[in-house]
Every structure is written in structure tokens, then in C-alpha cells.
């Protein structure tokens, strides 16, 4: 059983089944009503059954997916290979609403190709890098703890590029 607080809400997350779900939500709201004297409301507990693949979660795509690892030991004469399945939790760059805020912003068209903007060349040089600078970083370490971070440099060679056409136009 895991417990989150985001936005306000409380989420509790397992691994069980439904029934054992509907048990817990039975405790939690006699706990609250009996020993803290709060009237809760049952009906406001929503149970969801999640996918089984991936989620989406604070902004990243997370999903549990079994890796085969395949150790082969040897002991003089004899070789043997032993197959260990484990699962990894990966979270992944949901690149496509990335690219959806840079077209918006005029950083790239909604395909990803970068592209400059007229009323950024109006500013210094500095101004220019330091501005692409502070949304590379902040993208950085926001999804730094992505596992597959191809989609995470793929923003940033937009960015990179967007920068280096606004200050082409600029000293045209």
C-alpha cells in the first residue's frame, strides 16, 4: 500500500484486487468517522483501476515492464545458465505534450521542427541564450529522473536549434 498527497488529494495506490481495495476504503472511512469523530463521506472515495502498462503521473509516463537477464556461470566442467526475470519501473519524457507546449510558445511547428520568432530577435544575444538557457534547465531537472532520456535530448536539440535560428535572423 502506498499513500501520495498531490494537489490536495490523497491516493492511496496497491497492487491487490478490487475487493481488497473496497475492504480498505470500508476501514478508512469507519476509522475516520469512529476514532476521529470526522464525518466522511463514502461516495466521494472514488476506486480506479489502473492500467497495467503505464500511467501518467506528475508528468511522466511511468510503466512496470519485465526485463530477462540471462547469467551464464561455469564451474569447472559444468556450464549452467540461469534467466532472471525482473521488473524495472521506467518513466519516460511524454514528449508529444512537450512538443505540444514548445509549438504553442512558437519554439517549433506541432510536427517539432524548430523554428525562430520575430519578436525574440528584438532582444540582446544574452538576453536570447539566457532565456533558452533557463527552459533547458528547468526541463533538465524536472525529467532528469527519466530512464529513457532520448525524448528529453530531442526537446533540447529544438530548443537548441530554435535558439541558434532566432539569432540568425537576428544578425541577418
Not at 559444468?78 to 519516460?92: G, L, W
Not at 519524457?93 to 506541432?110: M, Q
Not at 539566457?130 to 531537472?141: E, K, W
Not at 529513457?148 to 530554435?162: D, F, H, N, T
Request: hydrophobic share 35%; with cysteine; charged share 20%.
Amino acid at each position: 500500500m502506498h499513500y501520495v498527497r498531490y494537489q490536495g488529494k490523497s491516493i492511496l495506490a496497491s497492487k491487490d484486487t478490487p475487493l481488497f481495495m473496497n475492504k480498505w476504503k470500508y476501514y478508512l472511512v469507519n476509522l475516520w468517522q469512529y476514532h476521529f469523530y470526522a464525518w466522511f463521506q463514502p461516495g466521494r472515495i472514488d476506486i480506479n483501476q489502473l492500467c497495467n502498462y503505464s500511467i501518467d503521473f506528475l508528468g511522466y509516463c511511468s510503466s512496470v515492464r519485465l526485463n530477462s537477464s540471462v547469467v551464464r556461470s561455469q564451474m569447472l566442467e559444468n556450464s549452467f545458465i540461469i534467466n532472471n526475470a525482473m521488473k524495472k519501473f521506467e518513466t519516460i519524457v511524454p514528449i508529444i505534450p512537450l512538443i505540444g507546449s514548445l509549438s504553442k510558445a512558437n519554439f517549433c511547428n506541432t510536427l517539432g521542427h524548430p523554428i525562430s520568432k520575430p519578436t525574440r530577435a528584438d532582444l540582446s544575444d544574452s538576453d536570447i541564450i539566457d532565456r533558452f538557457l533557463r527552459i533547458c534547465r528547468n526541463l533538465s531537472h524536472y525529467h532528469s529522473g527519466s530512464s529513457k532520456k532520448k525524448s528529453l535530448y530531442r526537446v533540447k536539440y529544438i530548443l537548441r536549434l530554435s535558439c541558434v535560428k532566432t539569432l540568425a535572423r537576428k544578425h541577418k
